[in-house]
T-cell receptor, first 113, second 115 residues
């Protein structure tokens, strides 16, 4: 297993367009997290899945953001009607029930122009 | 609410000099504490963690951190840094939530090692 995989690595989009990112967690990790990291800041928690259930959402996750994990394996994060303020690195992480830390992917860097 | 404060946004240091990156946290409950490292254009990698037991924890590449409950601190130290240690370092706490935990990060400290 090569770790948490995120696609695409980079995305440039025009303001107002919709974008979707994919995260493939480490095999058999039932927990999956999405974070957002803006320049000069640490990652901020967005949402958390245990299997296919979305158990927690940050208030940072506005109604333009939606995340899914339909089969309890990969996850997608969609941003509708993107704004320039959405430009950031979007990080995905996963862990198993026995882990005490999350394992991070390399992220998807979004630039909204 | 839990939070993490990293007191220095940037730390420039000469190669082979010692370094300390400071971290303070606030939490009303027991937490796990972590240091992550992020190299340019890469994801976060776990450097070391404190769960319980000995308050001094070490990484495989010479970093160490000491958990101080009374001062609510978890400072990261290295006695002699290398150019390759140049990176962004994030202190984090892990707190319980429904069915699992979430990690709360500080704003990061950019360590810049000069020759």
């Amino acid at each position: 297993d090569t770790g948490v995989s995120q696609n695409p690595r980079h995305k440039i989009t025009k303001r107002g367009q919709n974008v979707t990112f994919r995260c493939d967690p480490i095999s058999e990790h039932n927990r999956l997290y999405w974070y957002r990291q803006t320049l000069g800041q640490g990652p901020e928690f967005l949402t958390y899945f245990q299997n296919e259930a979305q158990l927690e959402k940050s208030r940072l996750l506005s109604d333009r953001f939606s995340a899914e994990r339909p089969k309890g394996s990969f996850s997608t994060l969609e941003i509708q009607r993107t704004e320039q303020g959405d430009s950031a690195m979007y990080l995905c992480a996963s862990s198993s029930r026995r882990d005490t830390e999350a394992f991070f992917g390399q992220g998807t860097r979004l630039t909204v122009v | 609410a839990q939070s993490v404060t990293q007191l220095d946004s940037q730390v420039p240091v000469f190669e082979e000099a010692p370094v300390e990156l400071r971290c303070n946290y606030s939490s009303s409950v027991s937490v796990y504490l972590f240091w992550y490292v992020q190299y340019p254009n890469q994801g976060l990698q776990l450097l070391l963690k404190y769960l319980s037991g000995s308050t001094l924890v070490e990484s495989i590449n010479g970093f160490e951190a000491e958990f101080n409950k009374s001062q609510t601190s978890f400072h990261l130290r290295k006695p002699s840094v290398h150019i390759s240690d140049t990176a962004e370092y994030f202190c984090a706490v892990s707190v319980r939530m429904a069915g699992g935990f979430k990690t709360i990060f500080g704003a990061g400290t950019r360590l810049f090692v000069k020759a």
